[in-house]
């Protein structure tokens, strides 16, 4: 299990995390929904060992790695909102780029670069640039780069976010594959609505804080009197 306990960040005088506390269980696919600023990009980024906490735990099995960014990175793996990709390489290039970078050559590169194409459905894109492929394609790309460590957490910074609903299709199938084989998902967005079609469970983030943790289903319960935070559903 992930469990974050009372994680504190802070740029100078902003306060972006408050004391945040967050489970995710492996299988589990948690929707991480607030509003601009609530805190969700900077919970991501020290979670994907970017940027370092002031204070607070970051357990993985039991182990605080909070302050072990490379460790974090061992164990969870990030896709940005942003797809910044060696546009010049070919797609099966840039996979062996990202094996090499973590410590995998040669042939053992090239096949698991082609395992983990495959289970992103890109294996047929592989003679292609990179930069040749589509907004979703390049995401999946983001998915299969993430994967080379072969993370027990996967967290991805608002992916549904201005992706057509055949995309969102594509990449529900492949988070809820990774899932089934015990991956623990986090997703931010703004927007419950993006969410509902991936998640299992949701956590509300606002001003820093987890305000509710739940199934959909309870947390749409216990909004509804509240005043909205996010879109409904
Ligand atoms: P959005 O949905 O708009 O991306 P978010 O929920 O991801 O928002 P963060 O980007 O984590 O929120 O920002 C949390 C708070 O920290 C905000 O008040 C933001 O202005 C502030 N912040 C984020 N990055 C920086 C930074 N590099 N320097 C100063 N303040 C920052």
């Given at each position: 299990?992930?469990?974050?306990?009372?994680?504190?960040?802070?740029?100078?005088?902003i306060?972006?995390?408050?004391?945040?506390?967050?489970?995710?269980?492996?299988?589990?696919?948690?929707?991480?929904?607030?509003?601009?600023?609530?805190?969700?990009?900077?919970?991501?980024?020290?979670?994907?060992?970017?940027?370092?906490?002031e204070?607070?735990?970051?357990?993985?099995?039991?182990?605080?790695?909070?302050?072990?960014?490379?460790?974090?990175?061992?164990?969870?793996?990030?896709?940005?909102?942003?797809?910044?990709?060696?546009?010049?390489?070919?797609?099966?290039?840039?996979?062996?780029?990202?094996?090499?970078?973590?410590?995998?050559?040669?042939?053992?590169?090239?096949?698991?670069?082609?395992?983990?194409?495959?289970?992103?459905?890109?294996?047929?894109?592989?003679?292609?640039?990179?930069?040749?492929?589509?907004?979703?394609?390049?995401?999946?790309?983001?998915?299969?780069?993430?994967?080379?460590?072969?993370?027990?957490?996967?967290?991805?910074?608002?992916?549904?976010s201005?992706?057509?609903?055949?995309?969102?299709?594509?990449?529900?199938?492949?988070?809820?594959?990774?899932?089934?084989?015990?991956?623990?998902?986090?997703?931010?967005?703004?927007?419950?609505?993006?969410?509902?079609?991936?998640?299992?469970?949701?956590?509300?983030?606002?001003?820093?804080?987890?305000?509710?943790?739940?199934?959909l289903?309870?947390?749409?319960?216990?909004?509804?009197?509240?005043?909205?935070i996010?879109?409904?559903?």
């Open positions: 299990m992930l469990e974050i306990r009372d994680l504190r960040k802070d740029y100078g005088k306060c972006a995390l408050d004391g945040l506390n967050l489970t995710l269980q492996p299988g589990e696919i948690l929707g991480l929904v607030g509003p601009n600023g609530a805190g969700k990009t900077t919970l991501l980024k020290i979670l994907a060992g970017l940027l370092r906490s204070s607070g735990k970051i357990l993985i099995e039991g182990k605080d790695m909070a302050r072990t960014p490379s460790k974090l990175r061992e164990h969870i793996g990030y896709v940005p909102d942003f797809f910044g990709v060696y546009d010049n390489l070919r797609v099966e290039e840039y996979m062996e780029f990202y094996c090499n970078a973590n410590g995998i050559y040669g042939l053992l590169a090239r096949q698991k670069g082609q395992e983990l194409l495959e289970r992103v459905d890109l294996l047929e894109k592989k003679e292609q640039p990179v930069d040749s492929l589509s907004r979703g394609m390049k995401q999946r790309l983001c998915v299969a780069r993430a994967l080379v460590s072969e993370p027990a957490y996967l967290v991805l910074d608002e992916p549904a201005g992706m057509d609903p055949s995309i969102r299709a594509e990449l529900k199938e492949i988070l809820q594959g990774l899932s089934e084989q015990g991956t623990g998902v986090l997703i931010s967005s703004h927007m419950l609505t993006d969410l509902s079609q991936y998640s299992t469970s949701v956590g509300l983030i606002r001003k820093g804080r987890i305000i509710l943790q739940g199934s289903e309870e947390v749409i319960l216990r909004m509804s009197g509240d005043r909205p996010v879109m409904t559903v």
